[in-house]
Nanobody, 125 residues
Framework: QVQLVESGGGLVQAGGSLRLSCALS????????VGWFRQAPGKEREYVCG???????IYVEDVKGRFTVSRDYAKNAVSLQMNSLTPEDTAIYYC???????????????????WGQGTQVTVSS
């Protein structure tokens, strides 16, 4: 059974950085597309960025140039480096994985079979 565990969340001041990690167990990360989503208080969960099985990243416009998603094959994980954080980035961040998603479907959370428990990111002003 595939399981995902996020780590690396926390409290940071505006302009700071955090690095999240999504460790996958029960499978080889090379076989899975991985997406990062976030849910802010009172808002629906939204796609942030992701990487297909070939490692091609897809970002939403709001995080381009600030966030970087990368694969760590040695750790069987996907990382999310977040720089220049703003209070608007405050949310619970979730990673999700699926072995059959095509690149054009990365943004759709309904396409993912496996989800992590989420990690809180809080950016203070």
């Amino acid at each position: 059974q595939v399981q995902l565990v996020e780590s690396g969340g926390g409290l940071v001041q505006a302009g700071g950085s955090l690095r999240l990690s999504c460790a996958l167990s029960g499978g080889n990360i090379r076989r899975y597309a991985v997406g990062w989503f976030r849910q802010a208080p009172g808002k629906e969960r939204e796609y942030v960025c992701g990487t297909d099985r070939n490692g091609i990243p897809i970002y939403v416009e709001d995080v381009k140039g600030r966030f970087t998603v990368s694969r760590d094959y040695a750790k069987n994980a996907v990382s999310l480096q977040m720089n220049s954080l703003t209070p608007e980035d405050t949310a619970i961040y979730y990673c999700a994985a699926d072995s059959s998603i095509i690149t054009s479907s990365l943004r759709g959370e309904r396409h993912y079979d496996y989800w992590g428990q989420g990690t809180q990111v809080t950016v203070s002003s």
